[in-house]
């Protein structure tokens, strides 16, 4: 409920492919799950996020810093 948990789900947000699909499946299981306390005012807010935003920036992100998804069928082709 802080700005700190905002802030920690963003990142996860954006470098954790799988917390994404899961965060916007069930917002508040998978911010629990990952043990963010957020609000439910954040999770309205985080969730009016556009996914195809957090994606094309994830993309964009140096690969060392982000955890790509383990589903192969999720793999990125070049």
């Given amino acids: ?9 963003l ?9 994404r699909e ?4 069930n ?14 005012t954040e999770v309205d807010a985080l969730s009016r996020l556009s996914r195809r935003a957090l994606d094309v920036l994830s993309e964009d992100l140096d690969k060392r810093i982000s955890r790509p998804s383990l ?6 082709r070049p």
């Fill in 1 to 9: 409920m802080t700005q700190q948990a905002v802030e920690r789900a």
């Fill in 11 to 19: 990142g996860k947000l954006l470098t954790d492919e799988n917390f």
């Fill in 22 to 25: 899961r965060f916007f499946e």
């Fill in 27 to 40: 917002p508040e299981a998978a911010s629990w799950e990952a043990g963010i306390s957020l609000s439910p």
């Fill in 71 to 76: 589903d192969p069928g999720k793999a990125k």
